[in-house]
């Protein structure tokens, strides 16, 4: 069916530009909104010098990364083998308690088949190894944000931009942006559920060519599912999204039905999950969500949410040819 060819006659002026093939991710890859490398004065590693030449290395890494390339391992020193091992103490028995099934099963099979473990930090091309023979999805890595669109377009091709290098060593349990922690225990095992990677790849698919009213909304639905979701099981609320499985004071937040003897302490608010609320539902990015949005499984996650997409105004419907790894158009309505 994804065979098919057909010839499009989109207006161009209507439609921008979005990439084609997973080769066109390389135009993208690089548009990161801050150089990659460059730390604000009030990040942890900003006056270390040492770090800092390290966030440059790793930053040109990923700059240079080509579509079709091997990942290129990177050689951990102790000091970044160490502060992974410290979040690791801290996260595995929360993990455990607080994690959704899908994710503890991935997790651990990837200590079994890509190198998790305290004692060592996973590389990028054997996750992606792992994942390619689960659910299709890979690993790719970047320097730094990228735009939401840029970002989300990624995901369409089955494609996670993951950054490589770790958080300063002097506050292991905090990080500003993204870092090895938050991408490899937060997201790189849910990927390795079918029914999350076809949830991820549908918001991906619907960011192509959308406007940006919308690509914003998908970006909201993104945050408040791959980032801070929560899925039902039994009469429990555990979590799948990434900002709560890689963060030990959020995650126990966000799950712990626990009744403070006081009655005083603040709750979070749970609201079912629907994508058409989530999109419009504004969040803090510096403190614990207010807010967290419950699904019934992951399975409905991604049923709501392609209902919520092909509700979305845009000329066209787009599917992924995973033999040829290209975006295939369809125009329908
Ligand atoms: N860029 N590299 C990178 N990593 C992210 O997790 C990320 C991003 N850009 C935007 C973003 N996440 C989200 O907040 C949404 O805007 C999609
Ligand atoms: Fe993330």
Redesign the pocket.
């Known amino acids: 069916e994804t065979k098919t060819t057909k010839v499009l006659v989109l207006d161009e002026k209507d439609v921008v530009w979005f990439p084609r093939h997973l080769s066109e991710l390389d135009l993208i890859a690089n548009r990161?909104?801050d150089a990659g490398a460059d730390l604000e004065s009030d990040h942890p590693g900003f006056n270390d010098q040492v770090y800092r030449q390290r966030r440059a290395e790793l930053a040109t890494v990923a700059q240079e990364y080509v579509w079709d390339q091997p990942i290129p391992r990177i050689d951990y020193t102790k000091d970044e083998v160490d502060t992974w091992g410290a979040v690791w103490d801290r996260m595995e028995d929360l993990l455990d308690k607080h994690a959704c099934a899908e994710y503890k099963k991935s997790f651990v099979s990837m200590k079994e088949h890509c190198g998790y473990g305290r004692e060592r930090i996973p590389q990028q091309q054997d996750i992606t190894d792992y994942l390619l023979t689960k659910t299709g999805f890979r690993m790719r890595p970047?320097?730094?944000?990228?735009?939401?669109r840029?970002?989300?377009n990624g995901l369409a091709f089955r494609t996670f931009?993951?950054?490589q290098y770790i958080r300063h060593h002097s506050m292991p349990l905090y990080t500003p942006?993204?870092d090895i922690c938050?991408?490899l225990l937060g997201?790189a095992p849910m990927f390795a559920d079918q029914d999350f990677a076809d949830f991820s790849q549908e918001?991906g698919l619907a960011s192509l060519g959308a406007s940006d009213e919308d690509?914003?909304q998908?970006?909201?639905c993104?945050?408040h599912s791959?980032?801070f979701g929560l899925c039902r099981e039994g009469n429990e609320n555990k979590a799948y999204g990434?900002g709560l499985l890689s963060s030990f004071g959020e995650l126990e937040y966000a799950c712990a039905d626990y009744r403070p003897a006081g009655g005083t302490e603040d709750r979070p608010e749970i609201k079912p999950w629907d994508p058409a609320v989530a999109g419009k539902q504004e969040f803090p990015?510096t403190t614990y969500q207010p807010i967290y949005f419950l699904a019934d499984s992951l399975n409905d996650a991604k049923s709501k949410m392609r209902a919520f997409t092909e509700s979305l105004q845009k000329p066209f419907m787009s599917r992924y040819n995973e033999n040829d790894n290209s975006i295939w158009i369809d125009r329908p309505v």
């Open positions: 990161t909104l970047v320097a730094g944000l990228l735009s939401s840029d970002f989300l931009f993951s950054t942006e993204p938050h991408e997201h918001i690509v914003q998908l970006a909201w993104y945050w791959v980032e990434a990015i």
